[in-house]
């Protein structure tokens, strides 16, 4: 059938290729999902059908949910390498994103709530409410972070008093050892 890949194995000309008009790598990875296993419960294919058609009646909603998702960062791949310890500061930064993100969104959907169907209201429900966790990371997070936890520097000043202390003994004590190193230079020539 061609669904995901051609018969060559190539992604374009396949049905996906046609039909993948997603604004997101999960959005994508999803409707893969959905076009290898689609759904043989009527119940929910009418449930999925209402929320394609809300999308397609009202237009500028959609829309709005698109712009918004365009700047969504990839939190399943984030989660993902955090879950199995090779996480780092950039994703901790994704997860901040796409909370706040979730936010925005659940604020865009709750608009239209008395017309939304069922799929959409769960949606609503789904996103939750992540205001505490978007908080700690804002405050905790450095505004310019590294790729790699080992590159330092990615917590921001004043978020530890202890590490902030730490920091500065560091680079006092690099102050030092160079005013000490002068001295030493010319008091021996």
């Known amino acids: ?14 049905l996906l290729s046609v039909a993948d008009e997603t604004v997101t790598g999960a959005g994508a990875r999803l409707l893969s999902r959905r076009l290898a296993a689609p759904l043989t419960d009527a119940e929910k294919i009418r449930d999925r059908l209402d929320a394609v058609q809300f999308a ?5 909603k959609c829309e709005e949910i698109r712009n918004a998702l365009r700047g969504s960062p990839d939190l399943e791949r984030a989660l993902s390498r955090l879950a199995i310890g090779r996480g780092g500061p950039r994703d901790l930064a994704a997860v901040r994103d796409a909370l706040t993100l979730a936010n925005t969104l659940k604020a865009v959907l709750s608009q239209a709530a008395s017309e939304l169907p069922k799929d959409l209201v769960g949606a609503i429900e789904g996103l939750g ?25 990615f917590v921001a000043g004043g978020y530890s008093s202890e590490l902030d202390e730490v920091l500065q003994q560091r680079d006092d004590s690099r102050r030092l050892t160079t005013n000490l190193e002068l001295r030493y230079r010319e008091e021996t020539g």
């Open 1 to 14: 059938l061609e669904l995901s890949r051609t018969l060559s194995g190539e992604r374009e000309g396949s």
């Open 56 to 60: 397609f009646d009202d237009g500028a």
């Open 129 to 153: 409410a992540h205001d505490d966790v978007v908080d700690r990371l804002s405050q905790a997070l450095a505004a310019d972070l590294p790729i790699m936890v080992r590159d330092g520097g």
